[in-house]
């Protein structure tokens, strides 16, 4: 199973950017696709950017034109760029890996803390 670690988040202004990072333990040159969720308090976990394989991304209608998600294979590593960051953003970000059936590959980690605040 593959194991991911969260890093990046922290406190930021409206208007702000953060960049998410998570590394895998293995290889993800081969997973599916690798998304990112995020769960704000007493909200349930939601999708909020995916890459396949090939690159080819899908975003939640209200971060699309806000958030890049991107992939560097060679590190085992996907990132999260988050730009003009909006109080609605901040929740815990968790990064994971789907199958091609859409089933999630890896145990849910710590996550990263955005918290959006002036």
């Known amino acids: 199973q593959v194991q991911l670690v969260e890093s990046g988040g922290g406190l930021v202004q409206p208007g702000g950017s953060l960049r998410l990072s998570c590394a895998a333990s293995r290889s993800i040159f081969s997973m599916n696709a690798m998304v990112w969720y995020r769960q704000a308090p007493g909200k349930p976990r939601e999708l909020v950017a995916a890459?396949?394989?090939?690159?080819?991304?899908n975003y939640v209608d209200s971060v699309k034109g806000r958030f890049t998600i991107s992939r560097d294979n060679a590190n085992n590593t996907v990132y999260l760029q988050m730009n003009s960051l909006k109080p609605e953003d901040t929740a815990v970000y968790y990064c994971n890996a789907r199958n091609a059936l859409g089933y999630l590959l890896a145990s849910w980690g710590q996550g990263t803390q955005v918290t959006v605040s002036s």
């Open positions: 890459i396949t394989s090939d690159a080819r991304t």
